[in-house]
């Protein structure tokens, strides 16, 4: 079908570059990319090609994997409603690299990318809005990394008494952490 037919177009144009996968129960065709340079490229390709026709970017997100040498992996959902497939692409980039932005290509990426940015902190470059999102202008760090510490430093609140904001050093109490793991469903002997 459609699957079969794309998996063979993909493995003529770039057979080096990326790696290939496909889904037998779902419409999904999986491109695992190496290279970040070309991708705007690719999208391009993909979104105006009467071949593909993918012209709607689902989704744009990023996985952490503080382990590996290429930490990131970019993950791009792109849809045909003419053709009724979807398109997985994975990219792999490090801490340093510069993303470039899709913005170009499919409008809706910049917001994406804004949440990205806040979230990871992937700098995308030649996007025309980097703008925080999701957090505050002076906070420091980047929430969904994973050697993000989850406790924090300082703890922010409002103070109604002085009517301002007060930014303190969190103190953990330890009095409510003892859990018990018996389940109130099971009948007690």
């Given at each position: 079908?459609l699957?079969?037919?794309?998996?063979?177009?993909?493995?003529?144009?770039l057979?080096?570059t990326?790696?290939?996968?496909?889904?037998?129960?779902?419409?999904?065709?999986?491109?695992?990319?190496?290279?970040?340079?070309?991708?705007?490229?690719?999208?391009?390709?993909?979104?105006?090609?009467?071949?593909?026709?993918?012209?709607?970017?689902?989704e744009?997100t990023?996985?952490?994997?503080?382990?590996r040498?290429?930490?990131?992996t970019?993950?791009l959902?792109l849809?045909?409603?003419?053709?009724?497939?979807?398109?997985?692409?994975?990219?792999?980039?490090?801490?340093?690299?510069?993303?470039?932005?899709?913005?170009?290509v499919?409008v809706?990426?910049?917001w994406?990318?804004?949440?990205?940015?806040?979230?990871?902190?992937?700098?995308?470059?030649n996007?025309?809005?980097?703008?925080?999102?999701?957090?505050?202008y002076?906070?420091?760090?980047?929430?969904?990394r994973?050697?993000?510490?989850?406790?924090?430093?300082?703890?922010?609140?409002y103070e109604?008494?002085?009517?301002?904001?007060?930014?303190?050093?969190?103190q953990l109490s330890?009095?409510?952490?003892?859990?018990?793991?018996?389940?109130?469903?099971?009948?007690?002997?």
């Amino acid at each position: 079908m459609l699957n079969t037919y794309l998996l063979k177009v993909f493995q003529k144009i770039l057979p080096k570059t990326v790696s290939l996968t496909s889904l037998e129960y779902y419409p999904l065709l999986v491109l695992r990319s190496w290279s970040i340079s070309f991708i705007p490229v690719l999208l391009g390709l993909l979104k105006y090609s009467s071949a593909f026709r993918l012209n709607t970017l689902v989704e744009l997100t990023t996985t952490d994997f503080p382990s590996r040498r290429l930490r990131f992996t970019g993950n791009l959902f792109l849809l045909s409603i003419e053709y009724n497939y979807r398109l997985a692409i994975n990219i792999n980039f490090s801490q340093a690299d510069f993303v470039p932005s899709l913005s170009s290509v499919f409008v809706n990426s910049n917001w994406s990318e804004r949440e990205v940015r806040d979230m990871f902190g992937v700098y995308f470059s030649n996007n025309p809005d980097l703008r925080r999102l999701l957090t505050d202008y002076g906070f420091t760090g980047f929430p969904l990394r994973k050697d993000f510490p989850l406790t924090g430093f300082f703890e922010v609140r409002y103070e109604d008494e002085i009517q301002q904001i007060l930014y303190e050093p969190v103190q953990l109490s330890q009095e409510f952490r003892i859990f018990s793991l018996n389940s109130p469903w099971e009948k007690k002997l």
